[in-house]
């Protein structure tokens, strides 16, 4: 119950800064409803750009369970659900331009979609403890976690519409998960448990997404053995654009075990269905566990300049988390504006030695090969920056994104081209070689230089690639 409290504490934290407002997202398509979906994708982001601009104003202690609660409600946040909201359509030249808003008024859609979910989660837990086989207590159990999921997600949405804090669950997703773990047998196989974890997922179509080990976006050989393992056993999409329903999860790292969580969720980000499992180490024997650079990560994060005044994203044609490719696989970069500006792209590598380097984004001398400019035409629409192979030496890559509505080539750190490599190294005049921690430093520090009047906003996105 401490943690439940320590939860309601930190939504009251941000109470002060929480208020009704209206929120919308804006999606261009060559159909109606290709501009429809992108819009109520803009949207979900929008959304989550906003809990992770107020929870990150939260000052908490790394390690502590306030900080554990803090990175789960921004992991939450990523996918929330749309109720109530207005979409209209509009031609826009060749295209339809579509806005969906999401309003103050739809509050009391999720106010008693809560309440209903929580009364659901109560008549399950009863059911449980009535059930007279562990097998059966489990799948209860699990239903469990989906109900605590979607209360939780519902609950966020309700508060950025400016409802009261109310009082949190009687149950925690720890709590129940601990209950499953004193029922479920642990699996000395990946197959064994993973087969386990598939039951009764019928749903056709299904994108499954690796699973992240906690807050690290990092994907591990386990994570990659994970999701080639478990598409044995549901009916997946060969792609996102093409999936019906994704699947994605995470796992915990226990005392000589493993703890598996998977959600499928549908396109209206809604949890459907929860499975977990357990694994022994004969299971996960020779395979990478634990992520190897989440100490970067929280510098990525820590500093992040996020906006809805200016704001800049990046994705994949994938996506933009959980993000694994095998080599050979091309990768389809996007960015996304939402007024005219100014960008470029920096990349920090973790493969074979650590740096970070600049992307040519043109042919053009000197700096201005790297920065980008995004017109009155394209703000608001995704713009393609090309497509990229897989190819060695494989490992994690995060790539940075930074904007301003001025021009950014007096901005752009200092490079030196690397003849071995061909690319252009972000170091000093004096020292060639800079860590990507220093060069992120180094960055945000030159693009605070700029003029009061400019705007400017950053964006990451977390890339592992490994051998087929």
């Not at 209209?88 to 979910?117: H, M, N, Q």
């Not at 469990?144 to 999921?149: C, F, N, S, V």
């Not at 992040?304 to 933009?320: E, H, L, Q, Y």
């Not at 972000?426 to 220093?438: D, F, I, Q």
Request: net charge neutral.
């Amino acid at each position: 119950m401490k943690k439940c409290t320590l939860l309601l504490s930190l939504l009251l934290l941000c109470a002060t800064s929480l208020h009704a407002q209206t929120f919308s997202g804006q999606g261009f398509g060559p159909s109606r409803e290709e501009a429809k979906k992108e819009a109520l994708a803009d949207l979900s982001q929008n959304l989550h750009v906003e809990v992770v601009s107020e929870f990150s104003s939260v000052t908490t202690q790394t390690g502590t369970t306030a900080d554990t609660l803090k990175t789960k409600h921004l992991d939450v946040s990523s996918r929330l659900p749309l109720l109530g909201v207005e979409l209209s359509v509009d031609p826009a030249g060749a295209d339809f331009k579509a806005i969906a808003r999401l309003s103050d008024t739809t509050r009391p859609l999720y106010e008693k979609e809560r309440s209903t979910v929580h009364q659901a989660m109560n008549q399950t837990l009863s059911k449980t403890d009535k059930a007279p086989t562990n097998t059966e207590k489990t799948a209860l159990l699990q239903e469990a976690l989906t109900q605590i999921d979607r209360f939780e997600r519902l609950s966020l949405v309700a508060r950025l519409l400016g409802m009261p804090p109310q009082p949190p669950l009687d149950v925690t997703d720890a709590e129940v998960k601990a209950r499953i773990r004193q029922l479920e047998k642990k699996a000395d196989t990946l197959d064994a448990g993973l087969k386990l974890m598939a039951r009764g997922i019928s749903k056709k179509g299904i994108y499954i997404f690796p699973p992240t080990a906690g807050a690290s976006r990092e994907i591990t050989q386990f994570a990659s053995a994970v999701k080639d393992h478990l598409s044995i056993y549901v009916n997946t999409s060969p792609s996102l654009s093409s999936a019906a329903y994704i699947m994605t999860g995470e796992y915990t790292l226990l005392d000589n075990a493993i703890e598996l969580t998977y959600r499928l969720i549908d396109q209206q980000q809604n949890t459907l269905q929860t499975s977990m499992s357990l694994f022994l180490p004969s299971a996960y024997k020779g395979y990478q566990i634990k992520p190897a650079t989440l100490d970067f990560e929280k510098l990525i994060a820590s500093g992040m300049v996020i906006s809805n005044d200016f704001s800049i994203d990046i994705k994949t044609a994938n996506g933009r988390s959980d993000l694994l490719y095998k080599g050979g696989d091309t990768i389809t970069l996007l960015i996304k504006m939402n007024q005219p500006g100014y960008f470029y792209l920096m990349s920090h590598t973790f493969k074979d030695d650590a740096y970070t380097y600049l992307v040519e984004l043109s042919n053009s001398p000197g700096n201005r090969r790297f920065v980008s400019y995004v017109g009155p035409d394209e703000a608001g629409k995704w713009v393609e920056l090309g497509e990229f192979e897989a190819v060695p030496p494989y490992g994690v890559e995060t790539l940075q994104v930074f904007a301003a509505t001025e021009d950014l080539e007096d901005r752009v750190p200092y490079t030196f081209r690397d003849p071995t490599t061909e690319l252009y190294k972000v170091g000093t005049p004096l020292k060639e070689k800079t860590r990507p921690a220093e060069a992120v430093v180094t960055t945000r520090g030159l693009m605070l230089k700029k003029k009061k009047t400019a705007l400017h906003a950053e964006a990451s996105l977390t890339v592992t690639t490994m051998t087929k």
